[in-house]
């Protein structure tokens, strides 16, 4: 099955300055990555997501780019705020055992970021 | 339907008690998904339905937890006989179908005491 590592575990920056996530994952058939924002005591949110077909995808101040060669993907936020404080998680999809479809999602353990004004 | 819906959202039992939680998808979702999340942790796979089929089941999950989704509608995940690990945050997710993000619910926060 597949498995999700996720890097750094806490990361801190200033605000304003540019924040970056990886992930890895392990099995090639994985064509689905989402990234989610959880702030604490909340519930997670999907924030952006990418598939297999396409390297990069931006939305705004926040970008995900996908290496399928070397299994890996990040998430890039700029111009970091305040209240982008939160623990970011990023997800493969996990291919299913019914009709090849993919199943269920895998999440990394989790990011959390801290903006300092 | 605005979301996800759970409930309860906080629970505390007494070990060896059975607990069951429900949840309420978004109505046009044919997929349904059970996660649980300790502190500090990414929610870890349960098992998921799409429609009411249960297609997959965590190697993980032990056999006291159960889960139904009759008619394709809400779900339910039952635990049997508590024990102090099952304490976690419960969360229920729902999505369009297979590639497609998760909205998750509030959660349903289990303390086995």
């Known amino acids: 099955g597949e498995n999700v590592e996720q890097h750094p575990s806490t990361l801190s920056v200033q605000e304003g300055d540019s924040a970056v996530i990886k992930c890895t994952y392990s099995d090639s058939a994985s064509n689905y990555f989402p990234w989610y924002k959880q702030e604490l005591g909340k519930r997670p949110q999907l924030i952006i997501d990418i598939r297999s077909n396409v390297g990069e995808k931006k939305d705004q101040r926040i970008a995900v780019t996908l290496n399928k060669t070397a299994k890996h993907f990040s998430l890039h936020i700029t111009e970091t705020q305040p209240e982008d404080s939160a623990v970011y998680f990023c997800a493969a999809s996990n291919r299913g055992n019914y009709g090849g479809s993919q199943g269920n999602l895998i999440f990394g353990k989790g990011t959390k970021l801290s903006v300092k004004p | 339907d605005t979301g996800v819906s759970q409930d309860p959202r906080h629970k505390i039992t007494k070990r060896g008690q059975n607990v069951t939680f429900r949840c309420d998808p978004i109505s046009e979702h044919n997929r349904l998904y059970w996660y649980r999340q300790t502190l500090g942790q990414g929610p870890e796979f349960l098992t998921y339905?799409?429609?009411?089929?249960?297609?997959?089941k965590s190697r993980l999950l032990s056999d006291r937890f159960s889960a139904e989704r009759p008619k394709g509608s809400f779900s339910t995940l039952e635990i049997q006989r508590t024990e102090q690990g099952d304490s976690a945050m419960y969360l229920c997710?729902?999505?369009?179908?297979?590639?497609?993000?998760?909205?998750f619910g509030s959660g349903t926060r289990l303390t086995v005491v």
């Open positions: 339905f799409q429609n009411e089929a249960q297609l997959e």
């Open positions: 997710a729902s999505s369009l179908s297979a590639d497609y993000g998760y909205t």
